[in-house]
């Protein structure tokens, strides 16, 4: 049975914690951001006001949804955490992605939190089960909840169980997460990439291979996929699409296609000469795909516009669903 959580500690007030401490605020629970720095705390403030104007001037958020978080959002400064960790029914850690830092901050969170305390990891990749398993006093309770950037704009979050995350922890996360109108996406077992980069893994060494044999130019690919799954993923995804299409087909499909599929293991071979060559992507100014403007923020802006057009649509599409 899911837990109660009123008391809220985000560790690391950076690019994605920030956003996280917003989200849980605006929903009102009670939020304390906690960071090594003033000044860091104070940049993540900052932030934190730009995010909740950009969401007003989308309509994505009223005056009551900036009131709820200046209301509900605190800050403490990270040597203050023992102090006040008693308080909390949840921790979300999101500090760098370094094995030690994060060993040692949850030394002094399994130290000092309540012993009924959920913590969750915002790792992108870690296994913060091995990592913390000489420390942590309640393994049941730790868990990875995988937010996606922008954290108040995507929904998604991959919530991830260790060997001994207990199935209250779970549930609690999954409830916590959905009352702040997210979908978690629970994974049973902490695998590499876990779900959306093993299926970004997937498609993309298939696309690197196909490209790479000479079979198919990169725009030719990108374009093939764009205009077929990408029209239909934000109100079909891939698995209600085989479910449409009847299954007969594509599983007969994918037994003609299954032995002819990249099966490399070790490397991607073209996105590492791309690498060598210094071709990493639009902030080097040419990747994959060729040139990119110099221009990199006028580039994020014009997507930061399309994500939020998508996800105004995504929301019109899931009123309609409930809807009917
Ligand atoms: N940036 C992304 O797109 C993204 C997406 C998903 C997950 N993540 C994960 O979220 C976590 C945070 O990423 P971010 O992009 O917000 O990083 P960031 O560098 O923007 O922020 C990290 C913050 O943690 C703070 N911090 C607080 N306590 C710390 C401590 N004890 N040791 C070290 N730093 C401490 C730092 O001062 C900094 O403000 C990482 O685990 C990262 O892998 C990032």
Excluded at 44 to 60: P, S, T, V
Aim: net charge negative; charged share 25%.
């Amino acid at each position: 049975m899911a837990k109660e959580i009123k008391n809220i500690l985000v560790v690391g007030a950076g690019v994605m914690g920030c956003a996280i401490a917003q989200v849980f605020a605006a929903n009102g629970y009670h939020t304390v951001m906690a960071d090594l720095k003033e000044e860091f705390l104070e940049n993540a403030q900052k932030r934190i006001n730009a995010n909740i104007e950009g969401m007003k001037e989308e309509n994505l958020a009223d005056d009551s949804y900036g009131k709820a978080v200046e209301a509900n959002l605190s800050t403490i400064l990270n040597s203050q955490i023992p102090e006040h960790a008693q308080r909390f029914d949840l921790v979300v850690e999101v500090i760098f992605e370094n094995k030690e830092a994060k060993h040692d901050l949850y030394k002094i969170l399994s130290d000092n939190c309540r012993p009924d305390c959920i913590f969750a990891s915002n790792t992108s990749g870690m296994d913060v089960f091995s990592v913390t398993e000489d420390i942590m006093k309640h393994p049941e309770r730790l868990i990875i909840t995988h937010w996606f950037n922008p954290p108040h704009l995507m929904k998604i979050i991959e919530v991830v169980k260790g060997p001994k995350t207990s199935d209250e922890t779970a549930e609690t996360v999954r409830a916590l997460l959905e009352a702040c109108g997210k979908k978690p996406a629970v994974l049973n077992k902490f695998m590499p990439g876990f779900i959306v980069n093993r299926m970004a893994t997937v498609i993309c060494r298939e696309l690197y291979y196909m490209v790479e044999q000479g079979w198919v130019s990169p725009r030719d690919a990108e374009n093939a996929l764009k205009y077929t799954d990408g029209l239909r993923w934000s109100f079909e995804g891939p698995l209600e699409l085989w479910d449409f299409v009847g299954l007969e087909i594509p599983i007969a499909v994918a037994s003609g296609v299954m032995p002819t599929l990249c099966s490399r293991t070790d490397s991607i071979p073209l996105g590492e000469k791309l690498i060598a060559e210094g071709k990493t992507g639009v902030r080097a100014g040419e990747g994959m795909l060729g040139k990119y403007p110099s221009d990199v923020d006028a580039y994020i802006k014009k997507r930061n516009k399309r994500i939020v057009a998508m996800y105004k649509m995504m929301n019109q599409f899931e009123a309609e669903d409930e809807a009917e």
